[in-house]
């Protein structure tokens, strides 16, 4: 089945370095691709999504100068967090679209914790 | 805009009960339902699919029914064991979208 690879598992950096978190899909070409932000007990918030070869659309709230995407192919997707600070801490998710309409399932990547001191 | 309601929202039973998990969706043009697990520092593992046309998919101990009319959605686990201890997600894409929208996940321990 479809596959999707994210890395680093987990970051832990001081406050002030940007982060740059990988989300690959390994045997399929993701034309768009979803990053997410999951505080503690609660769900999964989409921050922006990203399709390749163009710029990402980001949600309400969320800062595009904060938190860069970067799809410049159809298997990698890469989102950096500039100047991170301790309320960047949060898990990150990211998933692709296999590109059949939601006829198949969506896949995810197994997301990456950030601790920012 | 599409709000998608789990309850319980935590769920504490002992191994061998037979559970069902509940999923309501506000706006019945859905696309397809998803349902998810996800353990503990995880992404989410995809569960079972159920498109719009669908009333129920079945994989092994799950069983997962779909009743767009009303908004619900159902996940049934026979026989649970403590190997299926984690926190169960439901998606709907809707129709037009093709992002799909979350309910906050029902948190299942399932002890010895």
């Known amino acids: 089945g479809a596959v999707v690879s994210q890395h680093p598992s987990w970051v832990i950096c001081k406050s002030g370095t940007s982060v740059k978190i990988e989300c690959r899909s390994l045997?399929?070409?993701?034309?768009?691709m979803f990053w997410y932000r999951q505080f503690p007990k609660q769900s999964l918030m989409l921050m922006a999504t990203?399709?390749?070869?163009?710029?990402?659309?980001?949600e309400q709230g969320v800062e595009k100068d904060k938190f860069l995407i970067n799809h410049a192919s159809l298997t990698l997707s890469t989102l950096t967090v500039t100047s991170a600070h301790p309320e960047d801490s949060s898990f990150y998710i990211c998933?692709?679209?296999?590109?059949?309409?939601?006829?198949?399932?969506?896949?995810f990547g197994d997301g990456t914790r950030l601790s920012i001191l | 805009k599409q709000e998608v309601t789990q309850i319980p929202a935590a769920l504490s039973v002992p191994e061998g009960e037979n559970l069902v998990l509940n999923c309501s969706f506000t706006?019945?043009?859905?696309?397809?339902l998803q349902w998810f697990r996800q353990d503990p520092g995880k992404g989410l593992t995809s569960l079972l699919l159920?498109?719009?046309?669908?009333r129920e998919q079945t994989s092994g101990r799950l069983n997962a029914s779909l009743d767009k009319s009303s908004g619900r959605s159902t996940l049934y686990i026979a026989a649970s064991q403590p190997g299926d201890s984690a926190t169960y997600l439901c998606?709907?894409?809707?129709?037009?979208?093709?992002?799909?929208?979350f309910g906050r996940g029902t948190s299942l321990i399932v002890h010895p």
């Open positions: 998933s692709a679209d296999t590109g059949t309409g939601g006829l198949q399932p969506q896949h």
């Open positions: 045997d399929f070409q993701a034309t768009t």
């Open positions: 990203s399709n390749e070869g163009s710029k990402a659309t980001y």
């Open positions: 706006d019945s043009a859905i696309y397809n």
């Open positions: 159920i498109q719009s046309s669908q």
């Open positions: 998606a709907v894409l809707s129709g037009g979208s093709y992002i799909p929208t």
